[in-house]
């Protein structure tokens, strides 16, 4: 093993090759990812033509790669502009747009970064220790686990979001509603289509996402225009104090330590809260059909009962940035744990993964580790790489950012309006994707002057789908409403879980009235 | 006519360094329109879409894939994916013979084409589409987990007598092949198609996940899908539903021997809309037959564990009009429209959430917390002006992308914004002639994102 592990370590720190592959798919992976709309599904999608020509260590590292700089580039535009380059974004896109508004955009993006790589690091560890162990936890997972687990999702989004209970709740509750709209799942029979063919294919969550935080904000910010007329958002950008400093400190040092020594200090200050939402992405990760989306919100939601200033979350918490980018890149290897394991894919992206290693002849498994040690062991160093390179790019990412906010509103409005429009269209090439976009827009503009979140919108039309899949699924094969979800063990945890977290909010509340 | 008042002039203070920006928004639109200059009207000369009507990652979205990289070899231009997904297969269907015949478009059918009709689901058939050819073909597999009681279909035939409706399987949702296939099987043992409860499960994996986790009783589903875990000693197969034994598993019986005349399959194949000149569909079968017959191909397939089963646009008709009738009779028997119509409704779940919403908006009106949030001021007339102007260009947009294109939607709706918002004509243009030519570049040839394409092919 320790043979097989030195092995791996050569194939992959040694080899310029392998750099070079993880370093493009890197540049790749970021500037895909702060496309709204452009998802690291999609990414990957695109790589795979390419993997025929390369081996399977090159093909897979880039996989990784692309994968965590995908998830972490989406935080750029949701700092920068308020839209969720990706769904696992939307958590947090209060919080980070509120220091952009103050002119502070550099915070939230270097916290995003390091809790990203931290995270992503995190993630392979627990991926190279635990994968087999969890891969079996992961395999009790029934219909009637995930009904509670979405469920539990779920309040994650109530409990994050900023103001009353019961107008997240409305808010979920309309997304719920949106994802209903289609064709169902369960049932494959139409509902809430009105007569249009084209609403059989329901409300895509991605178009929705653009609509409701990139074209409200579009309208919002071209209401306000007169008065802001000339600043591009950037009132006081902390100018750097280093001008009499030589070249290579005022380009580099004092750039990447003014970036990178408030994160690197606080989540070493934050151990404890570092390790839960590792763990948290880990373990959701690793269930297939949950994935990062659910992990950066549940994480949040922790991270926010657990923390000593809640009034301060959506409007502006770095420790709250911190443990939900954490906890969604650590949930990209979480994925690749049932897929190595059984080949079950967890994403979509696994699924890409799998294959691609069937392609190229190696079929993921319990015997992967026992015939292919050392590929195994490739991989998971690759993992390692592959945030060592988010790391490096990612810091240029951020840097190239400026330029963005330093644009004067009045030219930016209407590039962005652009780029909403190419980004529904681009998920699947439909216009009636530009016309949710719009409908959601508008109607996420007026929600938002009624001070009803927009976070749980989002959630609720990801997750309503599964949600009642498992619902009806759970039901459908035994008899009677309530028992089927509490009788089998893990269920009956979850679902107690769900009830007392539950009182216990309700009871809370009440407590403060 | 200005929508919105003109309040204040708006001077440029964006320059790029000191050049000024007209000379250098000028060199970079000639170097970005470069590789587009060479136009010609023969076809191909622009990227073509594969429309796959299954998602990004599951197995029709890899064959079409690997076709769409031989076949941007064969044709000389991008060939690109769209992965148009959504109501069980109808929205790809429906959008792939609907598209413009011009042979820039194409579908990769599935068997649900010959299903999703019978179900009153779209009025699409096999023919409104214009067969190329039959490129993949899997055929079905019943699995368990490795310590279930049953050691072959009689045995599992005779406990599903025993107690019916006691067990349960799944595979896909409702209706879709595998539980057609399952149906078939147990209407040939002299079941009913209702004596195995069916859950109904999106896709094979999560299936599988649930048969592990001891949710189902078995699954039904094409071999390749389950082939990781059969291998990993997981779950046993009791019958592949082939007329032969697979090449690579030869130890797992056949339905046939077992007694059951029964075979099931999917199948993927590649049409045009009906419409298509000939002269396009010639071309296009012509490289679509060199891809199909490669060997690079048939590696793909023998790699990823796919059958192969490479049939002439003649012969593939063919069992396009044989199929439909097979699954009109199934769809059309008593036995499976029994099985369909289920405990609980479509409806029952949407019932729940509206009479959730109805409680608490309730209670928000009656405790008056839906008036407007501190921070938002009430909207002045020109504010509604604004929003309008926003709309418009969306709908503009929406209007005119299909028959303009890309570009020249793109930059009517930027000049139009940016002449409204009172920023001065020399930088919109500037901006236009950036931004346009530079997120074409950007998605249509880097990315490989869809764009509209409109009548003059950008």
Redesign the interface.
């Known amino acids: 093993m320790i043979e097989a592990i030195i092995q791996a370590i050569q194939q992959v720190i040694l080899s310029p090759s392998i750099w070079l592959v993880i370093l493009l798919s890197a540049v790749y992976g970021i500037s895909?990812g702060a496309i709204p709309g452009?998802t690291a599904?999609?990414a990957v999608?695109?790589f795979?033509?390419i993997t025929?020509w390369m081996d399977p260590v090159p093909a897979l590292a880039g996989i990784a790669t692309m994968a965590a700089c995908a998830i972490f580039a989406g935080d750029i535009p949701t700092t920068l502009l308020r839209i969720p380059g990706t769904p696992a974004s939307a958590a947090y896109v209060d919080d980070a747009y509120a220091f952009t508004r103050r002119g502070e955009s550099e915070k939230p993006l270097g916290m995003a970064l390091v809790g990203s790589v931290m995270g992503g690091l995190f993630g392979a560890v627990v991926l190279i220790l635990l994968g087999g162990q969890l891969a079996k936890i992961a395999?009790?997972?029934?219909?009637?686990?995930y009904f509670w687990l979405y469920l539990l999702g779920l309040s994650s989004a109530v409990v994050v979001a900023r103001g009353?209970v019961?107008?997240s709740?409305?808010g979920l509750?309309?997304g719920?509603?949106l994802a209903?709209v289609?064709?169902?799942?369960?049932?494959?029979?139409?509902?809430?289509t009105f007569g249009f063919?084209q609403l059989?294919?329901?409300i895509?969550f991605i178009p929705a996402m653009i609509g409701l935080f990139g074209?409200s904000e579009?309208?919002r910010k071209?209401?306000d225009?007169?008065t802001d007329?000339?600043t591009g958002g950037i009132p006081g950008e902390e100018r750097s104090t280093l001008s009499s400093a030589g070249f290579l400190e005022r380009w580099l040092i004092g750039p990447v330590t003014s970036l990178f020594r408030g994160p690197f200090s606080m989540i070493a200050n934050r151990k404890r809260s570092f390790l839960r939402s590792g763990f948290i992405g880990s373990l959701i990760g690793m269930l297939?059909?949950a994935g990062a989306d659910m992990a950066s919100w549940v994480s949040l939601a922790a991270s926010k009962k657990a923390s000593k200033e809640p009034d301060n979350y959506g409007k502006g918490s770095l420790e709250g940035i911190a443990d939900a980018t954490t906890a969604n890149n650590s949930a990209l290897a979480g994925t690749w744990i049932?897929a190595l394991v059984?080949?079950?894919?967890g994403?979509?992206?696994?699924?890409?993964m799998?294959?691609v290693l069937?392609?190229?002849?190696l079929?993921?498994?319990?015997?992967i580790f026992v015939n292919q040690p050392v590929l195994v062991y490739s991989i998971y160093v690759a993992f390692i790489a592959a945030n060592i390179a988010l790391l490096v790019v990612g810091y240029f990412a951020i840097k190239a950012g400026r330029f963005v906010i330093?644009?004067?509103q009045?030219?930016l409005?209407?590039?962005i309006?652009?780029?909403c429009?190419?980004g529904s269209?681009?998920?699947?090439?439909?216009?009636f994707d530009?016309?949710i976009?719009?409908f959601m827009g508008?109607l996420g503009?007026f929600l938002?002057?009624?001070?009803i979140p927009l976070g749980p919108i989002v959630l609720g039309i990801i997750l309503g789908g599964p949600l009642?899949?498992r619902?009806?699924?759970t039901?459908?094969?035994s008899e009677g409403l309530i028992l089927p979800f509490f009788d089998r063990p893990v269920a009956a945890i979850l679902g107690i879980g769900f009830l007392v977290l539950w009182g216990w909010t309700i009871w809370s509340s009440r407590k403060e009235q | 006519m200005r929508l919105i008042p003109v309040e204040f002039k708006f001077r440029l203070y964006f320059r790029i360094g000191r050049l000024s920006g007209v000379p250098v928004a000028l060199f970079l639109v000639a170097v970005l329109l470069l590789p587009g200059c060479a136009r010609d009207t023969s076809y191909p000369n622009r990227p073509i879409s594969l429309i796959c009507p299954w998602s990004a990652g599951g197995g029709t979205d890899r064959v079409a894939r690997q076709i769409a990289s031989q076949l941007e070899r064969e044709m000389g231009v991008p060939v690109n994916v769209i992965n148009a997904t959504g109501g069980g297969g109808v929205t790809g269907h429906t959008r792939g013979a609907l598209a413009r015949p011009d042979g820039y478009s194409m579908t990769m059918i599935t068997a649900e084409l010959n299903m999703l009709h019978w179900r009153g689901l779209t009025n699409i058939t096999y023919r409104d589409y214009r067969p190329l050819m039959k490129v993949n073909q899997d055929n079905a597999a019943l699995f368990v987990r490795k310590d279930a009681p049953w050691q072959n279909l009689e045995e599992l035939a005779e406990a599903i007598r025993e107690n019916p409706g006691n067990l349960q399987a799944s595979g896909t949702a409702f209706g879709g092949v595998w539980h057609v296939s399952l149906a078939g099987w147990l209407l040939e043992a002299g079941l009913s198609a209702d004596d195995v409860t069916w859950i109904s499960i999106n896709g094979s994996a999560p299936s599988l996940q649930e048969l592990m986790a001891g949710g189902v009783d078995m699954v039904a589903c094409s071999f390749p899908e389950a082939k990781s875990l059969y291998d990993a000693g997981e779950i046993r197969s009791l019958g592949v539903m082939a007329e032969d034994r697979l090449a690579d598993y030869p130890e797992i019986p056949t339905f046939g021997e077992q007694g059951y005349d029964w075979s099931s399959q999917t199948w993927r194949g590649l049409a045009v809309p009906d419409q298509i000149s000939d002269a396009r569909y010639d071309q296009l079968l012509q490289a679509v037959k060199e891809v199909v017959e490669s060997e690079e191909y048939h590696r793909f397939l023998e790699n990823s564990g796919f059958g192969s089963s490479a049939e002439s646009p003649e012969a593939f008709l063919q069992f396009l009009s044989e199929e439909n009738q097979t699954y009109g009779k199934i769809f059309n028997s008593q036995a499976f429209e029994d099985v369909v119509s289920q405990r609980y409704g479509p409806m029952f779940f949407p019932y729940i959430i509206l009479a959730l919403m109805g409680l608490i908006l309730l209670k928000l009106i009656v405790s008056a917390d839906l008036k407007l949030a501190e921070e938002a001021n009430a909207m002045q007339q020109a504010d509604y002006g604004y929003m309008a102007l926003m709309i418009g260009a969306v709908i503009i947009y929406l209007l005119f992308a299909e028959q303009l294109g890309f570009v020249i939607s793109a930059m009517l709706i930027l000049a139009l914004l940016l002449w409204q918002l009172n920023v001065n004509w020399s930088t919109a243009v500037l901006v236009i002639l950036v931004v346009v030519p530079l997120s074409y570049q950007l998605f249509a040839v880097y990315l490989r994102v869809p764009l509209p394409w409109g009548l003059f092919g950008w």
């Open positions: 895909l452009l599904t999609m999608a695109l795979v033509p025929y395999s009790m997972f029934s219909v009637a686990e009353p019961l107008k709740l409305l509750l309309i719920l509603l209903l289609g064709l169902s799942a369960v049932h494959t029979e139409a509902r809430f063919p059989y294919q329901g895509s074209f579009v309208l071209t209401i225009l007169d007329l000339f297939p059909g049932p059984f080949g079950i894919p994403d979509s992206i696994t699924a890409i799998i294959g069937l392609m190229k002849n079929n993921p498994g319990p015997e330093r644009i004067p009045r030219i409005l209407p590039v309006l652009l780029f429009i190419i269209y681009a998920i699947q090439g439909s216009y530009i016309v976009m719009l508008v503009f938002e002057r009624r001070a009642e899949e619902f009806i699924q039901i459908t094969g």
